[in-house]
């Protein structure tokens, strides 16, 4: 259970008009909110004004919201379920991206006597039900104050930014913040790594020879095939370099980028000499 301290604050609060103006009226001619409803509230949407109030109150089934508003806009709601009271009575505020943007403070009994209430929503002007000054904490709308997901999400609070895959994010000084498109040298070794969709298959993924018989390339990461000696005339083995697209494949050595098909052509040749060639 909720422990509640200074029980005659609580009472005297019930008798007046505060948290709301003392100018307010607290009816629209439809339901009438007792001074008891609320006895403390704190408001602080950002983007709010200087003057707030309760423009709408909605029953929807056992559901029960408060639409808080300023001179120019719906800033925050606050909603509780008949069912489910909160036994100190605090109802929070939250705006339209779910950011906290306040709280109200009353009494289970207040809370509860929404129920003889009909379904429906209940608009009320700012003369009517407006708040006091001293709770109303205006909080301009400036800078980032969320990050919101192509899902819909909204990110708030702590937010880590983190550049991958050749983006590189950065404080550029004043606050600012630098995001540098680099391009990634290793974009396309990582295609050999990832899984292939049953999509079409964007580009052909560069997957060099790493070892041929557990020989490694030198320290240009060419690997060299020959027949034999060059002092030997009897080789029947020939290894012809090519290229798919008709450029000669030499001119990829030390290329790994290239994309162009590499083709070596063996040939049995016999032993020429033998023929007196």
């Known amino acids: 259970m909720a422990q509640i301290k200074y029980d005659d604050w609580r009472s005297e609060n019930a008798k007046r008009n505060y948290p709301f103006a003392d100018s307010a009226t607290l009816t629209n001619g439809t339901i ?58 605090e109802v929070a505020l939250y705006d339209t991206y779910g950011r ?53 999400d909204v990110l708030t609070g702590d937010v880590w930014i983190v550049g991958e895959d050749g983006i590189v994010v950065r404080d550029d000084g004043d606050g600012a ?12 070794q990582k295609l050999c790594t990832e899984e292939e969709t049953a999509e079409v298959q964007l580009r052909q993924p560069y997957c060099p020879v790493k070892t041929i018989n557990g020989v490694e390339p030198d320290e240009q990461g060419n690997i060299m095939l020959v027949t034999g000696s060059n002092q030997s005339l009897t ?9 798919d697209s008709g450029d000669d494949l030499l001119a990829h050595v030390g290329q790994p980028n290239q994309l162009a098909t590499a083709v070596l052509v063996v040939q049995a040749l016999g032993d020429r000499r033998m023929r007196g060639v």
């Open 32 to 89: 009438t909110l007792p001074k008891s409803l609320l006895l403390d509230a704190r408001l602080y949407p950002i983007g709010g004004g200087p003057r707030q109030y309760i423009s709408a109150i909605t029953k929807a089934a056992t559901l029960i919201t408060f639409t808080i508003s300023d001179d120019t806009q719906d800033l925050a709601t606050a909603s509780f379920d008949e069912a489910a009271i909160p036994d100190n009575g």
């Open 100 to 152: 906290p943007a306040g709280v109200f403070v009353s009494t289970e009994t207040a809370l509860r006597s929404f129920g003889s209430i009909d379904a429906g929503e209940y608009t009320f002007l700012v003369t009517e039900t407006a708040f006091a000054a001293t709770v109303v904490i205006p909080q301009p709308a400036l800078g980032v104050r969320g990050v919101q997901l192509p899902s819909g």
């Open 177 to 188: 913040l630098r995001v540098d498109a680099i391009g990634d040298p290793f974009a396309e």
């Open 235 to 243: 080789n029947v083995l020939r290894i012809i370099p090519q290229a």
